[in-house]
C-alpha cells in the first residue's frame, strides 16, 4: 500500500492556495537624521532610557491618527516596525548614544545597574489633521529617576509638532521623523544639565525638581 502522506500534504497545500490572502501590510521604520557628535568631555554617569507608560493605542504597532475632533483612528495598511513606546524609546537611546557625551547608555530591555532612568508617559504619538493638513504631535512626560532608590528627581513635558508635506502615510511617517529628531534633542539637553546637577548635589532628600 502506498503511504498517505504524500496526497495528504497535496490536498493541504491544495486548500491553503484557495484561502484569502491577508492584509497587505506597508511596514515603516521611524525616520532619522545623522546627528554630529558632540566635542564635550564625557560625563561621569550611566543612564538608563526606559520605554515610556501609553494607552494601548499608542504602545502599538498601528499608526494613530485623529482626523478629526476627538475621533481616533489609525492608518489602515501600514504599521510601526515595533510598538510606539518601544520606537521613541529605541529614538532616543539612538540620540544620546549619537550624541556621545552619555558614555554609558542602555535601555530597560538590558536590565543595567545605572546611576539615571529616563521614563515617562507618552501622552501624544499620532498625526492630526488640523485645517485639512495633517501633522505629526509627540507629548512626553519626561521623569528623571535616580537608578538606585528610584526617586524621581526631575521632570519636564516635551511637546513637539511637525506639518506633513501631504496626508499619504509616508508623508507622515516622514514628518514624524523630524518631530521624534526634535524631541530627542531637547530631551537630550535636558537630561545633561538635570544629571549634572545630581552629580554635584546628589539626589535630593524629598522633592523634585518639577518644569513644565
Not at 160 to 184: C, H, I, M, N, W
Request: one cysteine or more.
Amino acid at each position: 500500500m502506498k503511504p498517505l502522506f504524500p496526497l495528504a500534504l497535496a490536498v493541504l497545500l491544495g486548500a491553503c492556495s484557495i484561502l484569502p490572502e491577508g492584509e497587505q501590510l506597508t511596514v515603516y521604520r521611524l525616520p532619522a537624521t545623522p546627528q554630529a557628535v558632540s566635542t564635550a568631555a564625557p560625563v561621569g554617569w550611566a543612564l538608563q532610557v526606559d520605554k515610556p507608560l501609553a494607552s494601548p493605542l499608542l504602545d502599538s504597532t498601528r499608526i494613530a491618527v485623529l482626523p478629526e475632533g476627538d475621533r481616533v483612528s489609525a492608518y489602515q495598511g501600514v504599521r510601526w516596525d515595533d510598538r510606539g513606546t518601544r520606537v521613541l524609546r529605541d529614538r532616543l537611546v539612538d540620540a544620546f548614544r549619537a550624541d556621545g557625551r552619555v558614555a554609558a547608555v542602555s535601555s530597560d530591555e538590558s536590565r543595567l545597574v545605572t546611576d539615571l532612568a529616563l521614563s515617562g508617559d507618552l501622552r501624544a504619538f499620532q498625526g492630526e489633521y488640523r485645517a485639512g493638513r495633517v501633522e505629526a504631535h509627540i507629548l512626553l512626560e519626561a521623569r528623571l529617576v535616580s537608578g538606585d532608590s528610584r526617586r524621581m528627581v526631575a521632570s519636564r513635558r516635551f511637546e513637539v509638532r511637525e506639518p506633513a508635506t501631504g496626508t499619504a502615510p509616508a508623508e507622515v511617517v516622514k514628518a514624524f521623523g523630524v518631530a521624534a529628531d526634535r524631541l530627542s534633542r531637547e530631551v537630550l539637553e535636558w537630561t545633561l544639565a538635570e544629571g549634572a546637577e545630581v552629580a554635584v548635589s546628589g539626589p535630593p532628600n524629598s522633592g523634585s525638581r518639577v518644569g513644565f
